[in-house]
C-alpha cells in the first residue's frame, strides 16, 4: 500500500468488507484524447495502464503510481491484467466518444455551470503556487488562481474539456514541506442532503468517512469518503477533529468528496443536481467501486433497496452494474479480476471475435448483391423509395435532416441526410438528394415499433430503434431533442398508414353472437385478484385463437381487438388498470403490477394494416403522478399464425 504518514491508498491492503470494496475509478468524457491524455501526463504525472479501443468509442485509464512502480505496456493482456487487480489504487477513466474531436462546436459540460453536480478532480502537490504558476506560464486556464477568492491557497485549473482540477499543497494548512509527485486525491460531487449520502457511502458501499469540514461563513460542509483498510481503521482519527484533517491532506488514495450547501435537503425549489449523463450536459460519467463478486454485491445492495441504472444481466456487458446513489449520481460496479481470469477471459474474447468476423464478413457478401453500398436497399425497395421521394408527384417532405446510421454487415456508423414522407424514411449520402445519392430506406408499411434504443446496447446516446419483422435500425440523432422529434413523426406518419379496415364497433355489430360470447368474457374480469384477472385474460385470448384458427379474419380481428383489451379492479370496485393480453400480456401484467400497484393503463387500439396481418395500440400507464407510455404489435402470416409480437413501454 502507497502511503505517506496517515492513510494509504486504497489497494489490495485496504479494501473494505467480505467483497473487498474500493474505491476504483472516476470517469470523465472528453472531446479529443490527443489534447487530454498529454495534459494530464504533463502535470499531473499520470500514466496511461491501458487503453481499449472499440468501434465507436475508446477508453484509457490513467493512474498516478508510486514511486519505483511500473506499468505495463498499454493494450497488452498484461495491462488488462494490471488493470483487472485494481492494485494501484484509483484510475481516472477518460472516455472518448469517436468523431467529437472533428466538431468545432461540440463540448462536454463541466458541472459547474448550471445544471451542477459533479464539481472537480483534485491533486496534492508540494508547493501550490510553484505549481500553478508554471500551469498559468503555459497558459492553462484557471477559473481560481491561488490567492483569489475566499481560501487563498488552493487553485482551479480547467482541462481541456473544461473539467476543474482542484490544485492543493500536500500538508495544507501546515508549514510543513512534504515532497513527492502529485497524487490524484479526490472527486467531488455535489449533494442535497449530505447524512443519506454519508449513508449510502458508508453503509452500501463501504468507505468510511475520514475527515468533514464545516464553513458555517459560506454555509457549505464538505463530507470525504474513502475505503479504508482495516489497519487504518482501528487508528482512524475522528472526522471533524485536527488529527483527521492533517492526516487527510497527507492521503495518497483516492477520497469522494461530497460537497453539502446548506438547506438544499429542505429547499422545496431545489430540483436536485445532474448526474452528468443526460443530454444535452453529459460529462462527469461515474464513480467506480471494484468488489471480488460482482453479482453478490449486486445482491447485496438490492437487499438495501438500492436502485439500478443496469443490473448485470441488463445489456450485453454482463461484467458491469451501475447502480444510483441518492442524487442520482451513477456508481458502477466493476470485477476484480485474477491473472488467469483475465487471461481465460481473453482467450474466450478473442475466438468470439474470430467468429463475429466471419458471420459479419459472410452477412456482408450476402447483402452485397441486393443492397447499395452498405445500406439497406434492394432493387424493389429503391424504385419504391425513389418514387416516393423524386418519381411522378413526389410526396412532400415531414421531417429531414442528418442522423448517423448503423450499417447492416460489420455495424460501423455512417452519417446520412435522412427524408422522412408520408410512406418512407429514405438516407442519403447528402442533402442534395439525387437519384444516385440515395442510399436506402424503409417504407413504413413494415414498421412494427419505433422507439429510443436503450443506451447501454448500443453504446451511443440519442439512438433511434425501428424495428421491422426482418431487423431492427438504429439510427443516432444529434441530440435528445431531434430524437425526440424524430420518433414522434415517424410515429405519426406510421399510425395513419395503419387505420382499422373496419372499426371494432362495426365488426362487433356483424357478429352479435360472437359480441355476446365476449360479454361473457368480460364478466369474468371483476375482481379483486390478480389470479381472477389473469384467468380473465387467458379466457379472452383463448377465444382469438380459436378465432385465428378458423381462418375467420373479421371474427378474429373482433376477437384479438377485445381479447387485448383486458380491465382490472382494486378491492374498493374502482379501475386499477387495463392493459394489453395476448402474447406478452402476462409479463406485462406482473410487471406493471410489481412496479406501480394500483393505477391506470389506457389503450388506443391504433388499427390494422391493409392485408388484416398486423395490429396496433398505443398505450399509456399513470401512477403515483407519473405517466410512461409505449406501443404494442402483433404480426401474422397469411394463414393467421403469429409471427411476431411486440409490447415495449417507452
Known sequence: ????????????????????????????????????????EKWFGMTVIQKKVYSDFSLFFLVTLGEGVTAPEPGTPEAEIFLKSGDYGCCLELTHNHGTENQADFSYHNGNEEPRGFGHIGFLVEDVNAFCGGMIESGV??????GEGGIKDIGFAADPDGYWIEIIKRGWQTDESLPGPPSFQQTMIRVKDLEKSVAFYRDVCHMTEIDRLEFPEWKFTLSFMATVSDEDLATLPKPGTEEATKSLWRYRGTCIELTYNHGTESDPEFSGYHSGNVEPHRGFGHVALMVD????????????????????????????????????????????????????????????????????????????????????????????????????????????????????????????????????????????????????????????????????????????????????????????????????????????????????????????????????????????????????????WG??????????????????????????????????????????????????????????VKTNHLGWDSTMTRAFWAFEATADGTSSSGTATIAFDAAGKIVAANLSMA
Not at 486556464?141 to 491561488?146: A, E, G, L, V, Y
Not at 384458427?549 to 370496485?573: N, P, Q, Y
Not at 393480453?581 to 410489481?594: K, L, N
Open 1 to 40: 500500500s502507497v502511503r505517506v504518514e496517515g492513510l494509504g491508498a486504497s489497494t489490495m491492503a485496504a479494501m473494505a468488507g467480505s467483497l473487498r470494496w474500493s474505491f476504483n475509478q472516476t470517469m470523465l468524457r472528453i472531446k479529443d484524447p490527443l489534447k487530454s491524455i498529454p495534459f494530464y
Open 141 to 146: 486556464p484557471f477559473p481560481k488562481k491561488p
Open 293 to 540: 463478486d460482482l453479482q453478490a454485491a449486486c445482491d447485496e445492495m438490492e437487499k438495501k433497496e438500492v436502485k439500478f441504472q443496469k443490473k448485470p444481466s441488463d445489456g450485453k456487458m454482463k461484467t458491469i452494474a451501475f447502480a444510483l446513489d441518492p442524487d442520482g449520481y451513477w456508481v458502477e460496479i466493476v470485477t476484480r479480476k485474477t491473472e488467469e481470469q483475465v487471461r481465460a477471459s481473453l482467450a474466450e474474447s478473442a475466438a468470439q471475435a474470430e467468429v463475429d468476423k466471419a458471420a459479419a464478413e459472410k452477412a456482408a457478401a450476402e447483402t452485397a448483391s441486393t443492397q447499395q453500398d452498405d445500406e439497406d436497399g434492394g432493387e424493389a425497395l429503391t424504385r419504391r423509395l425513389t418514387n416516393a421521394m423524386s418519381g411522378a408527384g413526389p410526396e412532400a417532405d415531414l421531417h429531414t435532416g442528418f442522423m448517423l446510421k448503423e450499417g447492416g454487415g460489420f455495424k460501423s456508423w455512417k452519417k446520412r441526410y435522412f427524408v422522412l414522407t408520408s410512406s418512407a424514411v429514405a438516407y442519403y449520402s447528402d442533402q442534395t438528394r439525387t437519384k444516385s445519392q440515395l442510399k436506402g430506406g424503409l417504407l413504413l408499411e413494415h414498421i412494427s415499433v419505433v422507439k429510443q434504443a436503450e443506451s447501454f446496447d448500443t453504446k451511443k446516446p440519442n439512438v433511434i430503434a425501428i424495428e421491422t419483422k426482418e431487423r431492427r435500425y438504429l439510427f443516432q440523432a444529434p441530440s435528445e431533442a431531434d430524437r425526440d422529434l424524430w420518433i414522434k413523426k415517424i410515429n405519426s406518419a406510421w399510425r395513419k398508414l395503419v387505420p382499422a379496415t373496419k372499426s371494432v364497433g362495426e365488426l362487433i355489430k356483424e357478429n352479435e353472437a360472437l359480441k355476446e360470447e365476449l360479454a361473457a368474457i368480460k364478466s369474468t374480469l371483476g375482481g379483486n385478484s390478480a389470479a381472477e384477472a389473469e384467468s380473465g385474460a387467458t379466457a379472452a
Open 543 to 600: 377465444k382469438y385463437v380459436e378465432a385465428v384458427e378458423a381462418k375467420s379474419a373479421e371474427r378474429a380481428a373482433a376477437c384479438f381487438a377485445e381479447a387485448a383489451v383486458v380491465t382490472v379492479w382494486d378491492h374498493s370496485g374502482k379501475e386499477a388498470a387495463t392493459f394489453n393480453g395476448g402474447s406478452g400480456a402476462q409479463t406485462f401484467f406482473d410487471a406493471y403490477f410489481a412496479k406501480v400497484g394500483d393505477g391506470a
